[in-house]
């Protein structure tokens, strides 16, 4: 008997599974699942360089991708269920065609091979032609957007079982790279010993994406719900260096070398899409001390940190997309709420001209030696360590339920939503003794 026969809503499900975003910050599903909607949009662009995950996720799991679907567009009453996929992706694009319901309701929306075609605003306007407010939510303009694993384990929450297993990619300067799933809270070092081991010297790893990810060389911290996959490279690769650079640096090069061009401006995907956001405005911010760049900052309110302007448009090799991230955090300080700044909510009329073909940013990243398969692997990295952090979504973090010496099972709950606030809760991925916790419960695996 599935967990949804006994009566219980999907949102319910959904948060007793610990359903979270699983291709962004890990927004919790559930509350999601609480709107009314009339489409419901799967997100499987997949636009990061590199990665393969959700693509072969897609592939291989193409049934129940779609069986999430159509439970989350009965929970929000929604008409229409649309895909987001790449056409470039054929075996996973013909997977799902072969899995869509026979009355039509869920379709494939064919995406082209751009960047950041994933951007939440940018699919939602490709999905119903209509433009998210400023600052909104896809709720805003009757759309909830889910990442496809994400509606894998809605899948799955509707059959009672909980997240406790991640899809990710391994790839970059590995002798193996593979894209398999593994137990929630194993750690990067098995994950990298499942690969064969660093082809570089001093490895680091970019985790997410060469575009949006965090760079780190702490191979001891453990995969969480979001954890999209591992690009490695060695400390000395440009675009290593380039990312790393202490942000006082990048503010000092921003002031004394911006001419002003507005390539970065031109350029930016969500200026293209009709948001009023126009970095060569912010990077003026930088020759203002106390005063005045709150003028300039407000340019940056609806950038998505997507990073074409730093990564790509600059050609002075400038950090546009830092001066934003900077301009974002001042505003917020200075309690200074998006107003709008007068311009027409309408997409530019460049807009498609102007997109950034995936494989001209690859060159440009410096990745073109690691643009290769990372066929999906049905074996599982093992480990003796595994760590669940209480925090891995937005909102409070979850409550431990566990104390040290605890003999834990797969699946069962390590930490509880906190009442009435935002969370998400935490599911052990293998059986096991808890041998620490803190912030993050620590298991050492027995089986
Ligand atoms: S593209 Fe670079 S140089 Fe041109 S305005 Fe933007 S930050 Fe300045
Ligand atoms: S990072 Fe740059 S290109 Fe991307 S949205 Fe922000 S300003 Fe635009």
Redesign the pocket.
């Known amino acids: 008997m599935s967990a949804m026969s006994t009566g219980r809503s999907l949102a319910d499900l959904a948060r007793e599974a610990g359903v979270v975003g699983a291709g962004g910050a890990g927004f919790p599903t559930h509350v999601k699942l609480a709107g009314q909607a009339d489409t419901v949009i799967a997100n499987g662009a997949e636009c990061e360089p590199l990665l393969h995950k959700d693509t072969l996720l897609m592939t291989h799991r193409a049934a129940e991708v779609v069986r999430g679907m159509a439970l989350s567009m009965a929970a929000v009453g929604a008409q229409r269920g649309l895909l987001g996929i790449k056409r470039k992706r054929e075996e996973a694009v013909e997977a799902l065609r072969a899995a869509l319901p026979a009355d039509g309701s869920i379709d494939l929306l064919l995406l082209g091979d751009f960047y ?1 075609t994933g951007d939440e605003y940018d699919l939602v306007y490709a999905a119903t032609g209509r433009l998210i407010p400023p600052g909104g939510i896809p709720l805003n303009v009757g759309a909830v957007v889910h990442n496809v694993e994400s509606l894998l384990w809605l899948a799955n929450a509707a059959d009672g079982l909980p997240v406790t297993d991640k899809w990710l990619t391994v790839t970059g300067a590995v002798a193996q790279p593979r894209t398999f799933t593994v137990p929630v809270g194993t750690p990067f070092s098995a994950l990298l010993e499942f690969c064969g081991g660093a082809t570089v010297p001093d490895p680091v790893a970019m985790i997410g994406g060469a575009m949006m990810g965090r760079i780190s060389d702490d191979f001891d911290q453990p995969v969480t719900k979001t954890t999209g996959g591992l690009i490695i490279l060695d400390r000395s690769h440009p675009l290593i260096v380039r990312k790393t650079l202490p942000i006082e640096s990048k503010r000092r090069i921003g002031k004394s070398a911006c001419d002003q061009c507005s390539y ?2 031109e ?5 293209l899409l009709g948001y009023d ?1 126009q ?1 060569h405005k ?1 990077m003026r911010s930088l020759g203002f001390l106390s005063t005045g760049s709150a003028i300039q900052n407000q340019w ?1 309110q ?9 990564l790509y ?1 600059c050609p002075e090799s400038l950090f ?2 830092e001066a ?1 991230d900077d301009a974002k955090v001042a505003l917020r300080e200075a309690g200074i709420k998006w107003s709008g700044t007068g311009r027409e909510q309408k997409a530019h009329a460049n807009y498609e001209h102007r997109r950034l073909p995936v494989k001209k940013l690859v060159k440009k990243l410096g990745l073109y030696d690691y643009d290769q398969p990372a066929p999906f692997s049905p074996e599982q990295p093992s480990a003796v360590r595994y760590g669940y952090p209480l925090s891995q979504h937005v909102g409070a973090p979850a409550e431990a339920q566990v104390a040290v010496g605890d003999v834990v099972r797969r699946g069962q709950v390590l930490g509880e939503l906190p009442e009435g606030k935002l969370s998400a809760r935490v599911h052990c991925g293998v059986d096991g003794v808890v041998v620490e916790v803190g912030a993050t419960v620590s298991v050492e695996r027995r089986s």
């Open positions: 950041p970065c401006t350029l930016c995907p969500r200026y956001v970095p912010v940056g609806m950038c998505c940190a997507c990073g074409v302007c730093t448009s546009p997309k934003c």
